[in-house]
């Protein structure tokens, strides 16, 4: 019966099944050939059953809703036990003793944290030099230092310059409904009208006015049909500290998807900042250079970068600055946001945090390259105002290495 109910609920959640693929379900279960439990269950019945990334999320929602509750292996219940009954509680450290931490630069850091590696051979926390939990050393997690290299865990202090392990984020969605009407209206503003192509639209006042010069022998007038000419580039930040504005970001995404009046629309995703590359599909990471996104850019091109632009400032200003420990961008972030920005004069950011906390270093950096606004239905409004008026396009980024050197001295 739990079967036939996680049938309904998938259908129910608008995750088309067809009876041929549950009968194939069906038949790989009874075989045997999906081990017994929970986990192997979930992964053969989404690779089955859903047919598009876009679906994921509500597969995930319609398992958990017929699934929760079910039996836990009793073994890993212990050693989940065990490990909280004996947390390890990062040092409160007095602002004193926070200052008197050193803060490396990015390539001593990384020197430093691969020295460790080689030599640490056992589990630590609470200590300041190895990779650890709850201490004061700038490797591991769970602890207390200004800047670092974060291992496992999840983030909470924003300090980490790097982080060294794999990152997971989903795409947004494109098919949320909630609110994508008021945000569709919005966007529609946006349109640049232009008469382009072959004459095949009615022209009703020039034909009345033909002929009546033409003593009232009807006289077509015809005229070219107004098109949309605005090509729209959507760039946006997933993951890390944009979860929480996931669905924001995916109700734009959704209404500028699914709106029929672009000239030409893409969608890419970027983490923290813009690098060499962006995905098309950051699930699987799919990636697309950003100098071919930057290649396509036309008369009546906008550009719109969706992002939090909360990041370490290494991460904008140093080459191999990257979040990511072992992407090597040889080309510093602040570089390809001043080319995007060069290339695409009608671009704008939008941010999803609330403006009184624009105040980060790396935010301060992101404004003075674009115009930014936030990501609600007046911000937006705001920031296509700004496109259509060619305030947007107004401002000249620096445009040599010297000039962000000096812009970024105060940030190191």
């Not at 004996?86 to 007095?94: C, E, M, R």
């Not at 396509?296 to 600055?321: F, K, N, Q, Y």
Request: hydrophobic share 40%; aromatic share 10%.
């Amino acid at each position: 019966m739990v079967f036939l109910d996680f049938f309904g609920k998938l259908r129910e959640l608008g995750v088309k099944v067809t009876s041929h693929e549950w009968l194939a379900l069906m038949e790989a279960i009874q075989s045997g050939a999906v081990e017994p439990g929970l986990t192997p269950f979930y992964y053969a019945s989404r690779a089955l059953l859903v047919k598009r990334e876009a679906d994921f999320d509500r597969f995930d929602q319609a398992f958990g809703a017929v699934f929760r509750g079910a039996p836990i292996d009793p073994a890993l219940l212990d050693r989940f036990n065990d490990w909280l009954n004996d947390p390890i509680a990062p040092k409160v450290l007095s602002p004193e003793e926070l200052a008197a931490l050193h803060e490396m630069d990015l390539e001593k850091l990384r020197e430093l944290f691969e020295q460790r590696l080689a030599e640490q051979t056992e589990r630590h926390d609470g200590g300041n030099r190895w990779i650890g939990t709850g201490g004061t050393s700038p490797f591991g997690h769970g602890g207390t230092h200004p800047a670092g290299v974060r291992v496992g865990g999840t983030g909470g202090g924003g300090r980490a310059m790097q982080i060294a392990s794999r990152r997971d984020f989903k795409n947004y969605r494109d098919d949320v409904i909630i609110d994508v009407r008021q945000v569709q209206v919005a966007l529609r503003k946006l349109r640049r009208l232009t008469r382009v192509g072959e004459r095949l639209e009615l022209d009703m006042d020039r034909t009345i006015e033909k002929t009546g010069k033409n003593a009232g022998e009807l006289e077509l007038a015809m005229r070219a049909p107004r098109r949309n000419s605005v090509r729209l580039t959507l760039l946006m930040d997933a993951g890390g500290s944009m979860t929480p504005f996931a669905e924001l970001v995916s109700t734009l995404f959704s209404a500028a998807a699914r709106s029929s009046h672009w000239k030409r629309f893409e969608g890419f995703y970027f983490h923290n900042c813009i690098y060499e590359s962006v995905f098309t599909d950051i699930w699987q990471r799919q990636e697309k250079p950003t100098a071919d996104v930057i290649a396509t850019a036309t008369e009546g091109s906008v550009l719109v970068i969706v992002g939090d632009a909360t990041m370490h400032p290494s991460e904008l200003v140093d080459r191999h600055g990257a979040i990511d420990y072992w992407h090597r961008n040889d080309t510093p972030g602040v570089e390809w946001l001043s080319r995007l920005r060069r290339r695409f004069p009608d671009s704008v950011w939008l941010n999803p945090v609330a403006e009184q906390w624009w105040n980060a270093p790396s935010c301060e950096m992101v404004r003075r390259i674009f115009p930014m606004f936030p990501l609600t239905l007046q911000g937006l409004g705001s920031a296509i105002s700004n496109l259509r008026s060619g305030r947007a396009a107004s401002y000249t980024p620096p445009s040599s290495d010297s000039t962000w050197a000096r812009l970024t001295a105060v940030y190191r």
